[in-house]
């Protein structure tokens, strides 16, 4: 069983992105995931926008979001910055 293809590989065939909406390797649609990484890309925007709001709480839920969608280690360390700023802002 091969493991998950790395941010960046083809799901099929695991040959790296190139920009384009096919694999240049095995020619894949892309397309779908693409656009996963791009909302998860916005959902990552709108949860740093959040923290500099100081809605840590929304910051945490867009960051959480962002990385079911797409798991990046930027994503990762923007969720432990969030999952500290909920703990230190909103205490239970």
Known sequence: MNP?????EC????ARFRGMV????????????????AHAYSLCQKA?????????RAALTL???AQNLHA???GRLLHAVCSVAARALCPQ
């Open 63 to 65: 960051a959480e979001a």
């Open 72 to 74: 990046t280690p930027e």
């Open 48 to 56: 740093r926008q959040s923290l500099q709001q100081g809605d840590a």
């Open 22 to 37: 096919t694999c240049s390797r095995c020619g894949a649609d892309l397309a779908p995931l693409m656009l996963l990484m």
């Open 4 to 8: 998950s293809p790395e941010p960046g």
């Open 11 to 14: 799901p099929v065939c695991r």
